[in-house]
């Protein structure tokens, strides 16, 4: 199991600007995708952002140009930088880790963390 750690939420005006951590508990090198989902109340999780193994990133349209996924290997920790912040951001984000064991795939979760845009 990887246990995920996320921190950086919290209150922000729209347009502004926050920076999320997802902190893991084995090197991120190992991990085959690191990803950022959110949900906001009443709604479905949704899929935010990955990067790869690789380096590569992929992002979900509504976030596209907003946000940057990016990773720190030596603190085995990935960020997920928001900027310009809309209402509609507002939600539980959580970071994930996919890896394979025994030809099994298998899926970790954070717990998340609270982030309110709002006036």
């Known amino acids: 199991q990887v246990q995920l750690v996320e921190s950086g939420g919290g209150l922000v005006q729209p347009g502004g600007s926050l920076r999320l951590s997802c902190a893991a508990s084995?090197?991120?090198?190992?991990?085959?995708?690191m990803g950022w989902y959110r949900q906001a109340q009443g709604k479905q999780r949704e899929w935010v952002a990955v990067?790869?193994?690789?380096?590569?990133?992929n992002y979900a349209d509504s976030v596209k140009g907003r946000f940057t996924i990016s990773r720190d290997n030596a603190k085995d920790t990935v960020y997920l930088q928001m900027n310009s912040l809309k209402v509609e951001d507002t939600a539980v984000y959580y970071c994930?880790?996919?890896?394979?064991?025994?030809?099994?795939?298998?899926?970790?979760w954070g717990q998340g963390t609270q982030v309110t845009v709002s006036s």
């Open positions: 084995e090197s991120i090198l190992s991990i085959n995708a």
């Open positions: 994930n880790a996919a890896y394979w064991l025994r030809a099994i795939h298998y899926v970790d």
């Open positions: 990067i790869i193994r690789g380096g590569s990133t």
